[in-house]
């Protein structure tokens, strides 16, 4: 799986490239098959967690299993347009104002820079 920032990942979006990727600054992980009105969501996919916060953790491996609602991103695996995280606590990272519209640019930047 390709892995690109945020900013490219936006890039492709804005070009309206279809791709998979993984986001280098914050693990999300991304696939758009095609550009449909909707996107499958699964925020508690994995059971993995970052060292620094397993450690601050009061639950056990199974307990964490159990609320994580593992495997939710097989559930949107047919989904053209997905958004997944295998890791729980991710970092978070947003570089868009809530209220600014999505705009496809005509001619942006490739996704990615060169193939």
Known sequence: ???????????????REEFEATATDTGLRIRVGHYVP?????????????EELE???ALDDYQRWYEEDPDTDAFIGSMPSRLWAPTAGLRTTST?????PFTPKRG???CGGAR
């Not at 390709?2 to 979006?13: A, N, V």
């Not at 909707?38 to 970052?50: D, N």
């Not at 868009?96 to 600014?100: F, S, V």
């Open 96 to 100: 868009a104002h809530p209220k600014t």
């Open 1 to 15: 799986m390709r892995k690109l920032s945020s900013e490219e990942i936006i890039r492709c979006i804005q070009s």
């Open 55 to 57: 450690v601050k953790c």
């Open 38 to 50: 909707f996107v499958g969501m699964a925020i508690h996919a994995g059971s993995k967690v970052r």
């Open 108 to 110: 942006a930047e490739k």
